[in-house]
């Protein structure tokens, strides 16, 4: 399956240009006997941009938010990983260089005071605006 964008022809053969005429469609990967591609239209005829706009910016939340989990377990799993393995006769922990390289990690991930009353005022505001999505039809 894909989300595409695509124009819509009328009886007569017609498109609307320009960006206005965009549609965006759920594809299937197949197609109809004369080798059309199936779709179902998910925006109103041409508003397909405004509508991908919105898919895409729920994609970059996701990402965003995936990326900063998936980086905060690869911390907690090399500090884990620090107390099992030994190298040299000593633990991973143990050595102040490989202290310093998870210090170094860690503190990448850290928020200034600034990103954290930024994320306070836009905390509840994700959270009405995403409630507003949903409810819309």
Request: with cysteine.
């Amino acid at each position: 399956m894909t989300l595409t964008l695509a124009r819509v022809v009328d009886p007569d053969g017609a498109t609307t240009p320009g960006s206005r005429g965009l549609s965006l469609w759920y594809a299937e990967v197949c197609r109809d006997q004369q080798g059309l591609l199936q779709g179902i239209e998910l925006s109103e005829e041409g508003r397909g941009i405004a509508s991908i706009a919105n898919m895409l910016t729920v994609t970059r939340i996701h990402n965003s938010v995936a990326a900063a989990a998936a980086m905060r377990r690869v911390v907690q799993l090399a500090r884990d990983y620090a107390t099992r393995r030994s190298a040299f006769g000593r633990l991973l922990k143990d050595h102040p260089l490989h202290v310093q390289t998870l210090a170094r990690m860690e503190e990448t991930g850290l928020a200034s005071p600034l990103d954290t009353h930024i994320l306070r005022l836009l905390t509840p505001v994700l959270k009405l605006y995403t409630a507003k999505q949903v409810k819309e039809p």
